[in-house]
């Protein structure tokens, strides 16, 4: 939990940035400065959009056989998964799928295809690639709440 409460740090200290600018900003209007609280906006970005490109193509050749996008972005897998970390999601596709034939596809492959999970989930792609890496997969918790929630 020691990386998980750095990376809450990290967060914290952006947010806190984020306002002692907006604090500069506004002293000259006298404005109070905002206070903002972590939603959803400020996510960290997981994974970069080529990787979900990727990820679609394994997720057509291989998952799809077995699942509809819906199964992978529903009410039910979003509570299944809501709060985990993206450790686990990535863990759990590697090691149980394709159903039939766990651990088959190239490392690479499941961190393509967890990105593609994650941009259907509409979670915000970046500029630093998934590396599958577990300290740091370990410590981002995903933000799925059951859509309309
Ligand atoms: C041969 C059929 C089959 C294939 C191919 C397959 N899956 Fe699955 N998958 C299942 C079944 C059945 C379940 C539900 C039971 C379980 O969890 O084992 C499941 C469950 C899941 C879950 C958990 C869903 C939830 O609601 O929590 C994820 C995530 C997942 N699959 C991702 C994938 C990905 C990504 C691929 C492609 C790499 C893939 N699956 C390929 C059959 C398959």
Not at 52 to 80: I, K, M, P, Y
Request: hydrophobic residues 40%; negative net charge.
């Amino acid at each position: 939990m020691l990386l998980r409460s750095a990376l809450l740090l990290t967060v914290t200290l952006t947010i806190a940035g984020v306002a002692a600018s907006s604090a500069r900003a506004s002293s000259a209007t006298g404005a109070p400065a905002s206070r903002r609280t972590l939603g959803v906006g400020d996510t960290v970005a997981m994974y970069t959009d080529s990787q979900a490109a990727l990820g679609l193509e394994v997720f057509t050749a291989v998952c799809s056989e077995c699942h509809e996008v819906e199964d992978l972005t529903n009410e039910d897998f979003r509570l299944n998964w809501d709060n985990t970390t993206l450790y686990e999601l990535f863990d759990n596709i590697r090691t149980t799928m394709p159903d039939e034939n766990p651990g088959t596809l190239t490392p690479q492959q499941y961190i393509d295809v967890t990105a593609y999970v994650l941009q259907l989930n509409k979670l915000p792609a970046g500029d630093v690639a998934f590396t599958g890496d577990s300290a740091s997969a370990s410590a981002i918790r995903l933000p799925l709440p059951p859509v309309g929630h």
